[in-house]
């Protein structure tokens, strides 16, 4: 559930939303581009000015499969990818490398009233495959829209 508050009167910096989504199912990918990790991964937050911005954290768990190969995980507002092509995070497997985990996070400042779309994303590079959730592990995402 979405819980909005008025902004008006409070000092800049107040949290005047919260969504958040988690999942615990095993996501995997072996595409050399990003793709959504997970529909479940997903937060829609509507700003209520375009001086607010919208602070996005997210967490978990990540593992690529092969030695001396890449994963890489970000985050995505609808169709822009917030962190560039290297991303939030990196995983780069060492022989027996564990699950490892995950916490990206960004201050975004959309200027929009619309509806916003929050999704982890991932890829890899070619010959290996990257995972999140994997070993029954749990990621999540959370949206706060800050008041501007």
Do not use: W
């Amino acid at each position: 559930a979405i819980t909005k508050i008025s902004d008006r009167g409070l000092p800049s910096g107040s949290v005047l939303q919260v969504v958040t989504a988690t999942d615990s199912t095993s996501r995997n990918t072996t595409s050399t581009s990003y793709v959504n990790a997970s529909n479940t991964l997903s937060v829609a937050i509507t700003p209520t000015s375009t001086s607010n911005k919208i602070y996005i954290m997210a967490t978990g768990a990540m593992y690529s499969n092969t030695t001396n190969k890449r994963g890489y995980l970000t985050i995505y507002r609808d169709a822009t990818n917030l962190a560039g092509a290297d991303g939030f995070c990196q995983i780069k497997d060492a022989s027996g490398a564990p699950l490892v985990p995950f916490a990206a996070s960004i201050l975004d400042s959309p200027s929009s009233t619309s509806s916003l779309t929050y999704q982890i994303y991932i890829k890899t590079v070619s010959g290996t495959t990257f995972y999140i959730n994997e070993y029954n592990s749990k990621s999540s995402i959370t949206a706060f829209e800050v008041a501007g």
